[in-house]
């Protein structure tokens, strides 16, 4: 499989998907992802640094110590997925859903979620307070940090 990067390299994996596939310690910095099913898969300190990973599918998918800066992640499926002290700093979220997901430990800092589903997650983040959360929805079972209030940093409880 061949994956392009806008910094025209090519990155060459050994196989025909990224379902359930091992991605652990990859560089994908600035890697074309759009609409990639990486459903299942582990990418445990995976670089996805400045990556356009539009409508991607990380359902299920082990992101733990990540590098998700300034990453295009719009519109992505994040449900059940583990992101735990994942660094997305200034990652663009807006539209995802996080269903379920463990975002304990992310460095959030100038991340942008505006739009996203918060349902059942776990939101105790590093810089959240510098996050964007405009009209991001959450319910009783996500878990926020001490001293944090979600309505007045734009969320919305369903």
Partial sequence: MRIYCQT??????PFDSL???NLN????HRAILENA???GASCVNTDFRGAVLTRANFTNTNLKEASLITAFAMQCTFENA?????RAISCHFEGSKFKNANL???NVNGADFTDCKLEGCIMTCINIE????TNVTYDTTTIWPKDFYPEKAGCIKI
């Fill in 8 to 13: 025209e390299e090519i990155i060459e994996l």
């Fill in 19 to 21: 379902i359930g596939a």
């Fill in 25 to 28: 310690n990859i560089n994908f």
């Fill in 37 to 39: 099913d990486m459903s």
């Fill in 82 to 86: 583990n992101l735990e002290e994942a």
């Fill in 104 to 106: 304990n430990g992310v």
């Fill in 130 to 133: 510098s996050a964007i959360f």
